[in-house]
């Protein structure tokens, strides 16, 4: 997984690259040495950052810590990003996410589809481009389906817990969130 991750990053296809970054990393190290571990752990972070994957990110970070230790040299490069991304989120200030649906296999979680972790419990979706067809939540504490529309504040309540949301349409419809 990390060869094909380095092949799609060769491409440039920074969603498939997440994928395989995500597979390579799944093992939490127990299968790749661990300085392999632990660079496939830094770069999936950075393509989440890059890709929008911001809570995803985090979470990410939190492993690298765990691996390495708060004060290895992988975690002190990355802690300006993460306190950067940290203050983004907890700001009042909106913020613009890039997505396009995939087909399966073509991002992590896709599947005809674009799923990310909210940021934020509020967002919007704009600049559609191609067909959307509905927008799913998985949370802890609830599952809930609707038509998904532009323009519309979606606001995920604070007791449906954490949440993963899945925006289905057609492969290729971009829009911003």
């Not at 990390?2 to 190290?29: E, F, M």
């Not at 999936?44 to 985090?58: D, F, H, M």
């Amino acid at each position: 997984w990390q060869q094909r991750a380095r092949y799609q990053q060769l491409r440039g296809d920074l969603a498939r690259t997440d994928v395989a970054l995500h597979r390579a990393t799944a093992s939490l190290g127990r299968w790749n040495d661990e300085d392999s571990y632990v660079k496939a752990l830094r770069l999936r972070i950075e393509t989440e950052v890059r890709l929008g994957q911001y809570r995803t990110a985090l979470g990410g970070y939190q492993s690298l810590v765990k691996a390495t230790g708060k004060d290895s040299k992988d975690v002190l490069a990355l802690k300006p990003v993460m306190e950067k991304l940290r203050d983004m989120i907890d700001s009042d200030k909106p913020f613009k996410i890039s997505a396009e649906v995939r087909e399966k296999g073509g991002c992590y979680r896709c599947n005809d589809s674009w799923a990310f972790v909210p940021a934020r419990n509020d967002f919007t979706f704009s600049n559609v481009d191609g067909k959307l067809r509905s927008i799913e939540w998985s949370c802890d504490r609830k599952h809930h389906v609707s038509d998904v529309a532009e323009r519309v504040k979606w606001h995920i309540p604070d007791d449906w817990g954490a949440c993963l949301v899945q925006v289905n349409g057609d492969p290729g419809t971009s829009f911003d969130v």
